[in-house]
């Protein structure tokens, strides 16, 4: 499945911040989330499939975490 996502951005080292054109609501903020997912997990596939296309690169390049103040 193809994914529209912009402005990703690493939130913590195992955690990307976009923007997702969701099919039902529209752009949402989503954090990705690199997680062990287990093939009987009851995550859906999107997770795994959007930390994947970012670490891919297919979203762009992934912008440097805000400092934090």
Do not use: C, K
Not at 22 to 45: L, Q
């Amino acid at each position: 499945m193809s994914y529209e996502i912009r402005n990703p951005r690493w939130s913590s080292e195992t955690s990307v911040d976009v923007e997702w054109m969701h099919p039902d609501f529209g752009w949402i903020n989503f954090t990705a989330v690199n997680g062990n997912i287990e093939p009987w997990s009851r995550e859906p596939d999107y997770m795994r499939d959007i930390w994947d296309g970012l670490m891919r690169g297919d979203y762009g390049q992934i912008a440097p975490q805000e400092p934090q103040a």
